[in-house]
């Protein structure tokens, strides 16, 4: 007796199973998509001024399209969900510049910043809210990425009116919600005189992270993140 062979239905089988075996692999390991329901969204931030443009690994692999120079961001990646070992390095370089743990809960967003005081590079990991603002309102946090005030700094739109205060080195504000067109104004910690006015153009609806680098006051400098 001959058995006969259905080869498209054949031919669809085993498309199948490549196709499955193709999504199991890809689970277990980062990618280029921003689909965060697929695991965590993680956007990359350069804040060495002077450094070579940085990639990231997470889980020992490369999750960016392509290296973040200095003073620039990128888009978001989705990662897979977990606790991962991740390092910044010089573009298309396998040399750790920064060694440190990744934690990524499913459906969050975060952004690494590559850091550093002057002597030790090293890493800020920070949860996004995406909760969007009230309606005319933008939301906008403040990060410390400079070592050069000892005690702290302040973020506020006057001497008198303070968002954030005394912020260490690579800590991290709360979000506040702001009109747009804000100035905003940096301060050494309790002090009313403004050490650097921070103009921004923030839009109404958006979701801002401003941060301050410079290893002496004299090379203050600030930088703009869109989060949405």
């Known amino acids: 007796m001959k058995i006969k062979i259905n080869k498209p239905r054949l031919f669809l089988i085993a498309l199948s199973v490549i196709c499955l075996s193709a999504a199991l692999t890809s689970c277990n390991k980062p990618s ?5 329901s697929a695991g965590a ?15 990231l690994y997470i889980n020992n692999n490369r999750i960016d399209a392509s290296a973040v120079a200095y ?25 750790a510049n920064a ?6 809960a499913p459906g969050n967003y975060y952004s ?6 002057d002597t030790t590079k090293t890493e800020v990991v920070a949860q996004n809210d995406q909760t969007a603002p009230s309606s005319g309102m933008a939301k906008v946090r403040f990060i410390n990425l ?9 973020f506020g739109v ?5 968002l954030a205060t005394s912020l260490a080195y690579k800590a991290v504000s709360a979000y506040n919600q702001i009109a747009a067109n804000t100035t905003f104004f940096l301060y050494a910690s309790g002090s009313v005189t403004s050490s650097l006015t921070i103009p921004t153009t923030i839009q109404a609806g958006k979701i801002y992270t401003i941060y301050v680098t410079g290893a002496t006051t004299l090379n203050l400098n600030f930088f703009v993140v869109a989060e949405n």
Do not use: E
């Open 146 to 154: 400079s070592s050069a005030i000892s005690s702290g700094i302040d």
């Open 71 to 95: 003073g620039q961001s990128s888009g978001y990646y989705t990662v897979t969900s977990g606790v991962y070992p991740a390092k910044f390095t010089d573009a298309n370089s396998a040399t």
């Open 32 to 36: 280029g998509s921003s689909n965060v």
């Open 41 to 55: 969204a993680v956007k990359i931030v350069n804040a060495v001024n002077g450094s070579a443009s940085q990639d």
């Open 112 to 117: 690494v910043y590559y850091a550093t005081n």
């Open 99 to 104: 060694s440190f743990s990744v934690s990524l």
């Open 158 to 162: 006057s001497g008198s009116t303070k």
